[in-house]
């Protein structure tokens, strides 16, 4: 079996608290492959954001990335790379699109200088070539009239094609992984699914590999093919889409899907995860979810649930799995 494309172990992230260092992510291990789609999904608060930020060593001072973490790809070592490097490897290797793209866009320059600028960072190109390469990415993420488009600002684009200035953006360099953090946030239903097609048709094009952020299950259904469920700073499950979706075995993941809204229910009240996702430095002790869990017993409190597996491709921490837990 190949190496994969990206291999994290035991990622946390702490920040500087009243009473000492408080940890936001807390000991994640996830993999990519070459090629694959993986959805990390949770409730806002979760980590899921944080957790992309370390992979490109981008996490907000004075976050740290614990000791103990290790970040593979492509088999090197990103965390102990240095500054120029790391550089080097972010745009070239992994692309990121961000949150917002009304926000994270320059107001005041082009669409097209700014992804002119990306790929002047890492190809020798002449002034010539690379706005012809940043004509033809355009072209690649559906933006009409890509010629024109390339002297427009911000403002005189649309949510959808911003976002697909963002994406062009981060795939400039043509990354072998792309991390896309909620990309169809604030975008309507019709936009949505085009550029949800559109990640689709560069991952196959390309063979890019992605790490879909959202909170979306039914982002997760069109596009992902593993998933990874995300709690109060730790991966509680994770499998296949088909395993997620059909037979989710955490309370959690239950939860989550049994809050989508459903259109034989329409007039009926939305079922929803009762309370909230806990603050960092006031996690609950033993499973993070049983205050909110509707299947909480005896052990959980006390207890931190351990990985069990389920079957060779799906695994989840939670004692009601766990045949060695007593009730």
Request: aromatic share 4%; proline share 8%.
């Amino acid at each position: 079996m190949s190496a994969p494309l990206l291999a994290v172990e035991n990622l946390s992230i702490s920040f500087p608290g009243e009473a000492g260092p408080v940890r936001v992510v807390d000991r994640v291990s996830l993999s990519i492959a070459r090629g694959e789609t993986l959805a990390l999904v949770g409730e806002s608060g979760s980590g899921k954001s944080m957790t992309a930020l370390a992979m490109m060593r981008l996490v907000p001072k004075p976050g740290r990335i614990q000791p103990g973490a290790h970040i593979a790809f492509e088999g090197r070592d990103l965390l102990s790379l240095s500054v120029p490097d790391m550089r080097a490897v972010r745009g070239a290797g992994i692309g990121m699109i961000f949150q917002e793209p009304m926000t994270s866009l320059n107001p005041v320059t082009t669409v097209g200088d700014q992804v002119l600028e990306a790929i002047e960072l890492h190809a020798k190109l002449s002034r010539a070539q690379a706005r012809s390469h940043v004509i033809e990415l355009f072209g690649l993420v559906g933006i009409p009239d890509a010629k024109h488009r390339f002297g427009a600002y911000p403002h005189q684009l649309s949510g959808g094609l911003k976002q697909r200035v963002m994406i062009a953006m981060a795939m400039a360099m043509r990354p072998r992984l792309l991390i896309a953090d909620e990309p169809t946030t604030a975008l309507d239903a019709t936009i949505r699914a085009q550029i949800l097609e559109l990640l689709r048709d560069l991952s196959a094009k390309t063979e890019t590999a992605v790490l879909l952020i959202t909170h979306d299950f039914g982002v997760v259904n069109e596009v992902a093919d593993r998933v990874a469920v995300m709690y109060a700073g730790e991966i509680v499950e994770e499998g296949s889409r088909g395993e997620l979706l059909g037979h989710p075995r955490h309370p959690y993941t239950q939860g989550l899907l049994r809050s989508i809204p459903k259109a034989e229910a329409r007039g009926h009240r939305l079922e929803e995860i009762k309370g909230s996702v806990p603050r960092p430095g006031h996690w609950p002790t033993g499973c993070r979810f049983h205050p909110r869990c509707p299947h909480a017993f005896a052990p959980c409190p006390g207890t931190e649930p351990q990985r069990t597996t389920v079957s060779a491709t799906q695994a989840a921490c939670c004692h009601l799995l766990d045949r060695s837990v007593e009730p």
